[in-house]
């Protein structure tokens, strides 16, 4: 097989391929192996209707339409590989000739993946963020563990105060008429939390158990029922019980109660060794992200409008999938959100074309340095994949081939280069 290629503009080349007439004669036999099965010709069983009389009778071009349907996607698929192409649309293909005897040859034009110009990407001055945690950082995760261990005590007697909770029943009222589901019975309600109308929770401040107490409120004016936005209420409010919440003593007793550990210390020293973690984690992946950040900055690349589409299309479908599962259609949240699908995805634009950007730079790196995967590393990232999904040998085994078939290791490989590709990054930085 022969193959010209030529670059075009905007990442497009075009490819004239010519296979060998040998070739074209197998294809024909092939065709015409194919289509008797198909025809009934009045005096031949079906299959058996020899090729002269099935041409006479259908013409060669049922037979060259077959074999073109044969030669031309092997033949492409083995230019482009010969040609080391990496096609990102469909082809074009046109000047299809195919005559028995002679050779066949077509045309091709497809857009490919541009070249990149790499800049520099080792020893970037970048510097990974220090981090260190105090004594007040422990101190505040404490004291978010004392709030979510609280109990709650009735206040038998007293007023209530900022943070108590109030039971009660309330029913409001907008002039003088009640209110459309302005009424509840034994509603729990934290006093300060704002979830009420502005100016209802600061009104019940000092009530006492039992009492009943008229609030006048006025509803905001971006109030989500419209109908109510800036009207003014009232509310009558009966108070049935009032609790206020007690935090336990920092002690080793509370370390005991919240943990596996011994002593108030012992706590404190985990805490502040997870909160390092966390902290740690944070800045390496921070460190990280700015590698490849400037590392694309000083890559020269035009980015195919064919590949920044796709990417929009798949944030898309990505976003529909989140949404299904929270059970709220495209179409609602669409709707909701005021914008039509084309406005959502120019929105997704601008991420979409720095996303492809960074993936034709890190892979132009990767390729620049040879950065392979190994098949163990691959298997090794199959194993912890199913390992975290089911136990039994027998399952481990049927997901493992399910992700095998459906393409997963290809992702997974994809995964490990750009891992290390960004490894490499951040090594030469280390090293610089």
């Not at 509603?187 to 019940?204: A, T």
């Not at 007690?246 to 509370?254: I, R, T």
């Amino acid at each position: 097989m022969e193959v010209k290629v030529e670059k075009l503009e905007k990442n497009k080349v075009s490819l004239e391929v010519e296979v060998g007439a040998d070739q074209v004669d197998k294809a024909l036999a092939q065709a015409y192996r194919r289509v008797v099965q198909k025809v009934n010709i009045p005096g031949f069983r079906r299959g058996h209707v020899p090729r002269k009389i099935l041409e006479m009778r259908l013409g060669k071009g049922v037979l060259y339409e077959e074999a073109i349907e044969i030669l031309l996607p092997e033949a492409y698929a083995q230019a482009v590989e010969e040609s080391e192409l990496e096609p990102i649309d469909q082809p074009q293909v046109d000047n299809v000739h195919i005559e028995e005897g002679s050779p066949f040859r077509f045309s091709a034009t497809v857009e490919v993946k541009p070249e990149v110009k790499l800049g520099q990407y080792k020893g970037l001055p970048v510097e990974k963020e220090k981090v260190e945690v105090s004594a007040e950082d422990v101190d505040k995760l404490l004291e978010n563990l004392r709030e979510r261990t609280a109990t709650w005590r009735v206040v038998e007697e007293g007023e209530a105060e900022d943070g108590d909770l109030v039971i009660i029943d309330f029913t409001g009222y907008v002039n003088d008429e009640p209110l459309q589901g302005g009424k509840g019975e034994n509603h729990s309600l934290i006093l300060g939390s704002g979830s009420f109308i502005p100016g209802f929770e600061e009104q019940l401040l000092g009530v006492k158990p039992g009492e009943e107490r008229r609030i006048q409120v006025t509803f905001p004016e971006d109030y989500h029922n419209k109908e109510l936005a800036g009207v003014k209420a009232e509310f009558t409010v009966q108070v049935k019980e009032i609790k206020r919440k007690e935090l336990a003593p920092l002690d080793d007793e509370f370390a005991k109660d919240v943990s596996q550990f011994s002593t108030l210390e012992e706590l404190k020293e985990d805490i502040r060794k997870k909160l390092l973690e966390t902290a740690e984690n944070k800045a390496e992946n921070k460190f990280r992200e700015e590698l490849v950040k400037q590392a694309v900055a000083n890559a020269e690349v035009e980015v195919p409008e064919t590949l920044v589409k796709k990417r929009v299309e798949a944030m898309v479908h990505d976003l529909e999938h989140r949404l299904q599962q929270q059970g709220i259609p495209l179409d609602a949240y669409l709707k909701y959100s005021e914008k039509t699908l084309e406005e959502l995805k120019d929105e997704f634009g601008e991420v979409a074309r720095e996303s492809v950007k960074t993936d034709l730079v890190l892979e132009a790196i990767a390729k620049a340095e040879g950065i392979e995967t190994k098949e163990e590393e691959v298997e090794a990232e199959l194993d912890t994949m199913v390992a975290g999904i089911a136990a039994e040998e027998a399952k481990l085994k049927e997901l493992k081939q399910n992700l095998q078939e459906s393409g997963h290791v290809d992702l997974i490989t994809d995964n490990l280069i750009r891992r290390k590709t960004i490894d490499l990054l951040a090594a030469g930085v280390q090293a610089s």
